[in-house]
């Protein structure tokens, strides 16, 4: 390093102290911490704080309500969908497992499965009808329904927001605290003693590499931002019975007499040009299997109405193409699914581990139908029934695509895809 020769002798040595200080820290990568130990200690204590948050009251997400919610809002009834699904009171859903840095598929009571801190009682009783009938026929079912699915939505983006914020505090000041411990092992080194105190300390290597969280974390407020002003606010006046100045359109598509035990809640995009511009569309999901069969449903700010029902319409040429719509929504859209316990032991475990690689890969989205089978009873059921039978020769290859997805590899696949439309008030 050249100094600067108009240094006064004490900034000459402060700035070699600097200079050594910054190197140590990157040579530590600008962690802040001195063992890996620390590091850990201090990431599963910011987890362990987040997890014991989400476990506890918030504040009711009803618009205007001031009391606390209880601990445990069902995103799924608990006596519909997750009864259905269920195997001994249990289902299985995806889940990150800290130890090996990975997703596992995780054995979670039906009691507990989809459950998150939504509403005070009073309001948690506006979805008694949907526990009732365990099914969404009528618009109040689905503006409910999609109404605690979008409340679920922003209320895990805040947590993670608010977990993302708090790592990029606390790693700033696991820095400045470990800078002002060198510095004052720097200066012992010459014979003197650090008595200024060190409030913050700023290193390029620092910013670099909190980047990626300063990024996700605009990306998530932007994200809270559009949810409560293209969902949340829509669908509370809609339940409110005053006509909304931001109009949905929900689309649902019935599989009569055929349970796919699986259910879903929570969103996902695509990207459409059905308008001749090339945009991305933002859906609230939802699988709801019964004793009847199985409803997919899909909500968007009516003006994307083209959009979703060009999807939908793609996904369902032929008609059984609609399972892969459901294993695209599951692995390109939300993770927030349960799925009844002997469907995943059914799979081959090499598949089974891509499938679960494939959930954690962010780059793709639920207009790219997915190429792996979870469902390969249903296929087979599809396959071998009278709808693959009743095909025309012409889609032979669409078969024999169907066929390789029950593969232990795969495969990659074009998408492709009688549907059911209503506007919300």
Known sequence: M?????????????????????????????????????????????????RSRWSKHNPCMFPGCPDKSVRRSHTLSRSGPLKIVA?????????????????????????????????????????????????????????????????REIRIKSAEHLLLERLVTGHEQAITDRAASLMQEEVARIGGNLSAEVKRFEHEGLNKLQAPLRRRLAQLASEITAYERDFLGPLSSEIEGNPSKSPLFVL?????????????????????????EHHDVTALLNIWPSAAGTQLSILVKSQYQRDVENYIREFRTPEFRVLSMIET????????????????????????????????????NIGMEYERSIFDERRSEFLEGSIGRGLASGWSEFLELQRLKMTPEGCSCPWKSKERSRSLR
Not at 30 to 49: H, I, P, T
Not at 255 to 260: A, L, Q
Not at 336 to 348: D, T
């Open 252 to 276: 649902s598509v019935d599989i009569p007499g055929h349970v796919v035990p699986v259910a879903l809640a929570g969103s996902g995009t695509f990207a459409s040009a059905v308008t001749g």
């Open 2 to 50: 050249t100094l600067d020769e108009d240094l006064s002798p004490i900034e000459r040595i402060f700035a070699l102290i600097m200079d050594r200080v910054s190197e140590r820290l990157v040579k530590e990568g600008c962690r802040g911490f001195r063992n890996q130990s620390e590091a850990n200690a201090f990431y599963f204590k910011q987890v362990g704080d987040h």
């Open 329 to 364: 929504w599951m692995v390109h859209g939300s993770d927030h699914w349960f799925l009844q316990p002997s469907v995943w032991k059914r799979i081959p475990q090499t598949r089974a581990e891509k499938i679960l690689g494939d959930i954690a890969d962010l780059s793709r």
């Open 87 to 151: 195997e001994d009171g249990h289902v299985l859903s995806p889940a990150f497992d800290r130890r090996t840095g990975r997703l596992q598929m995780a054995l979670v009571g039906a009691a507990k499965a989809s459950c998150f801190p939504g509403f005070c009682q009073e309001h948690e009783n506006r979805f008694c009808a949907l526990e009732t009938t365990k099914c969404v026929s009528s618009v109040d079912d689905h503006v409910l329904q999609f109404f605690r699915i979008a409340c």
